[in-house]
């Protein structure tokens, strides 16, 4: 009885291995198919960062070359970025952000 049993049971030791293996390959092991879909998709996201990288590259290449062979685009980036002027003329900066505090002020009552 006993050897009727375990021979009908000889299959067991394949499905065994075979679970563990497809665990480790699957899971377990660092060259695993679950490492391999992590590494896609990193490798996917550090190419569109490349891609980003690229394009501002490319853009700030061109302006390089604007600011390097006209004089008028620097002082374009004078006037806007720093808010340079020439000796006979006055500079006036509107900020959204004072008109939103001037309206805030004008509708609190705490503020008088």
Do not use: C
Not at 4 to 32: H, P, T
Not at 62 to 89: C, G, T, V
């Amino acid at each position: 009885m006993f050897f009727g049993r375990l021979g009908s049971l000889w299959y067991m030791k394949y499905v065994v291995v075979l679970v563990v293996g497809v665990l480790f390959v699957g899971f377990i092991d660092d060259n695993s198919l679950w490492a391999h879909i992590r590494n896609k998709k990193r490798i996917n996201e550090l190419g569109e960062e490349i891609q980003k990288y690229r394009e501002t590259y490319e853009h700030d290449q061109a302006q390089i070359y604007e600011l390097q062979h006209n004089p008028k685009a620097i002082e374009k980036i004078a006037r806007e970025r720093y808010f340079m002027n020439a000796e006979d003329e006055d500079v006036f900066v509107l900020s959204e952000d004072s008109q939103e505090a001037t309206a805030n002020s004008e509708n609190d009552e705490t503020a008088e």
